[in-house]
């Protein structure tokens, strides 16, 4: 039987088609079409399935959601915030805010140092010098696509990681310092460990830092990254603690 109205459809049937349309496109959309249209984008089960659809989730996938569309999106936008974090692009992306001794210099990781760092795609990292060195990346949310409602409602858990190493031949000291920013570039959260010294003839192994910002009060807008550091022998050259792999990730990662 020919159907001459799309809404003629039955239910399953539009929900199927919407799955294949574009999230923000049914929202901005879609979604004003008419009731029917309405009720059926605000569906758990519409999103639910494109969830599945994008593989955001497993068929078994049997953890608690406490919306379905935010969900969705926080899937959709997950990927790590911060520009050039192995070096691959030189220092592009980064304020080279304090350029001490040699200053700032990128190297590739040995054949050796490939074997021990847990991520094989990893072939280089930034290294500092004997005065210290410091850079940093400002990630304006909005403009990675994390709007202001969905910030400030939802509060998603907001996870920093950085690697660092010393060298087996001389002393250093790395520290890290990421703050949460409000629109004016106030601080709405701050994680800043003691800095770690990493003592002469160490085992020079790559260690992670890691920190979650959750609950943390509305209004965030930037998020603030500054890492680096010294060698505590004064050695001239690049001999100071190492770093790479940075990441600022927001929301649940993927199965």
């Not at 520009?83 to 992306?93: D, K, M, R």
């Not at 290294?127 to 696509?145: H, I, R």
């Not at 910002?213 to 004064?234: A, C, E, K, L, M």
Request: hydrophobic share 35%.
């Amino acid at each position: 039987m020919a159907v001459g109205n799309i809404n003629e459809l039955p239910e399953n049937i539009l929900l199927e088609l919407f799955t294949h349309v574009p999230a923000r496109q049914l929202l901005l959309r879609c979604r004003l079409v008419c009731s029917l249209w309405r009720d059926l984008i605000d569906l758990v089960t519409l999103w639910k399935r494109k969830c599945l659809r994008e593989g955001f989730i497993t068929e078994d996938w049997d953890q608690p959601v406490a919306d379905w569309k935010i969900f969705y999106f926080l899937r959709s936008l997950h990927r790590n915030l911060l520009h050039n974090p192995c070096a691959e692009e030189g220092f592009e992306f980064w304020s080279l805010d304090v350029n001490g001794g040699d200053e700032w210099k990128v190297e590739d990781l040995s054949k050796d140092q490939r074997k021990e760092f847990p991520n094989d795609q990893v072939k280089k990292y930034f290294v500092t010098s004997y005065y210290t060195c410091l850079k940093s990346q400002v990630v304006d949310l909005k403009a990675e696509g994390y709007w202001e409602e969905l910030m400030d409602t939802t509060r998603p858990d907001i996870k920093v990681k950085d690697w660092f190493a010393a060298r087996p031949d001389c002393g250093s000291k790395y520290q890290l310092c990421v703050q949460l920013l409000s629109s004016a570039h106030a601080p709405l959260g701050t994680f800043q460990p003691d800095p770690a010294t990493i003592q002469q003839k160490s085992d020079a192994k790559w260690r992670e830092v890691s920190h979650t910002f959750s609950n943390y009060p509305p209004g965030v807008r930037y998020i603030w990254f500054q890492h680096g550091g010294v060698d505590t022998h004064y050695w001239a050259g690049w001999y100071g603690p190492r770093v790479t792999n940075s990441s600022i990730t927001i929301g649940p990662p993927l199965p």
